[in-house]
């Protein structure tokens, strides 16, 4: 069974930085895209940003210049580093893979962490 394991969430001021991290568990092979989409309250869920095996990274146009997202592919897992942050950036973030060719989601999901951005 696919698990996806996410860390780092929590409460920070507008400017500050937070580190995700997303560990798939009992894949027995590498997702080849994974990625990170966030859902605020009465919005829907949105891609932040997806990254896939060759490094080909696309990013939704409110975080280009602020996040990162990277991948350790041996360690099957995704980071979002996410720098000058935004209240408009709280949100709960979810990890997902395999993201598709589309850069939709795929069928795994975590459990998701809180962002919460206090101005």
């Known amino acids: 069974q696919v698990q996806l394991v996410e860390s780092g969430g929590g409460l920070v001021q507008a400017e500050g930085s937070l580190r995700l991290s997303c560990a798939a568990s009992?894949?027995?092979?590498?997702?080849?895209?994974m990625g990170w989409y966030r859902q605020a309250p009465g919005k829907q869920r949105e891609l932040v940003a997806g990254?896939?095996?060759?490094?080909?990274?696309k990013y939704t146009d409110s975080v280009k210049g602020r996040f990162t997202i990277a991948r350790d592919g041996t360690k099957n897992t995704v980071y979002l580093q996410m720098n000058s942050l935004k209240p408009e950036d709280t949100a709960v973030y979810y990890c997902?893979?395999?993201?598709?060719?589309?850069w939709g989601p795929g069928l795994y999901w975590g459990q998701g962490t809180q962002v919460t951005v206090t101005s």
């Open positions: 009992g894949s027995i092979f590498s997702f080849n895209a």
């Open positions: 997902n893979a395999p993201i598709r060719g589309d």
């Open positions: 990254i896939r095996g060759g490094g080909l990274t």
